[in-house]
């Protein structure tokens, strides 16, 4: 409320001294609350994916942190992967999973502009990561050139910003 009046957010994202309705494995969360809400659907995701979330019976309200509504959003989107991997028969099991899902929003975007990874507008951080890991998984690598070249720049203590930059290069 701003001098009496109501704007109308209040309702959508519930009081700002709100904490999340959710314990997170015989936890109660203390992050605050956001506008996402512990809907049915949601309720039956959390059961589908097992895990260990449940709504806290003493809570007043429905509404979950921001960490919680990523980390369902995420539970979502990596069932969905694993099974058009299993429709197309590709396993990633040899290779490392790498987090986006951990960085944020701007980087993300970054790396969306730096390769032109086409997406459609709007799109929110969890489908964003998706789509971008999409793409990260096509590029390809040289392994042992890359490893290789990582070991040799530790060993002569540089790197590439300072290769151009001029630092780092001896000329006595």
Same mark, same amino acid.
């Given at each position: 409320?701003?001098?009496?009046? @109501?704007?109308?957010?209040? #309702?959508?994202?519930?009081?700002?001294?709100?904490?999340?309705?959710?314990?997170?494995?015989?936890? =109660?969360?203390?992050?605050? $609350?956001?506008?996402?809400?512990? @809907?049915?659907?949601?309720?039956?995701?959390?059961?589908?994916?097992?895990?260990?979330?449940?709504?806290?019976?003493? $809570?007043?309200?429905?509404?979950?942190?921001?960490?919680?509504?990523?980390?369902?959003?995420?539970?979502?989107?990596? =069932?969905? =992967?694993?099974?058009?991997?299993?429709?197309?028969?590709?396993?990633?099991?040899?290779?490392?999973?790498? #987090?986006?899902?951990?960085?944020?929003?701007?980087?993300?975007?970054?790396?969306?502009?730096?390769?032109?990874?086409?997406?459609?507008?709007?799109?929110?951080?969890?489908?964003? $990561?998706?789509?971008?890991?999409?793409?990260?998984?096509?590029?390809?690598?040289?392994?042992?050139?890359?490893?290789?070249?990582?070991?040799?720049?530790?060993?002569?203590?540089?790197?590439?910003?300072?290769?151009?930059?001029?630092?780092?290069?001896?000329?006595?």
């Amino acid at each position: 409320m701003n001098n009496g009046f @109501s704007t109308g957010e209040e #309702d959508s994202r519930g009081p700002t001294d709100q904490i999340c309705c959710l314990i997170d494995d015989g936890d =109660r969360c203390r992050n605050p $609350a956001g506008n996402a809400s512990y @809907s049915k659907r949601i309720q039956k995701t959390v059961a589908q994916r097992r895990l260990k979330l449940s709504i806290d019976p003493n $809570a007043q309200h429905i509404y979950i942190c921001d960490f919680h509504k990523v980390r369902i959003q995420c539970a979502r989107t990596k =069932r969905r =992967r694993k099974d058009s991997e299993e429709d197309s028969n590709e396993t990633d099991t040899d290779l490392p999973e790498v #987090d986006l899902y951990q960085l944020q929003v701007n980087t993300l975007r970054r790396y969306k502009r730096h390769y032109k990874v086409s997406t459609r507008p709007n799109m929110n951080k969890a489908q964003l $990561a998706d789509t971008i890991m999409k793409h990260f998984k096509t590029i390809p690598i040289k392994e042992k050139e890359i490893i290789t070249y990582f070991i040799y720049m530790v060993k002569s203590n540089s790197n590439k910003l300072d290769q151009k930059n001029g630092v780092g290069n001896d000329t006595t």
